[in-house]
């Protein structure tokens, strides 16, 4: 791969990729830990009838 694209990829390569798997452990044990992207989910009491 670097003889086709040269010794950027090569830089890049070592550059980037221990960033990458770094932060890839990160969000496992973020995941792991239960935190979401999402919201917590919310319910409006608006027009419902009162029991």
């Not at 770094?22 to 009491?45: D, M, V």
Request: net charge positive; glycine share 8%; hydrophobic share 40%.
């Amino acid at each position: 791969m670097s003889s086709e694209f040269g010794i950027v990829s090569r830089v890049v390569a070592g550059l980037l990729g221990p960033v990458l798997l770094w932060t890839s452990r990160r969000e496992e044990k973020r995941l792991a830990q239960g935190k979401t992207y999402e919201p917590q989910t919310f319910i409006e009491h608006r027009n419902w009838v009162e029991a």
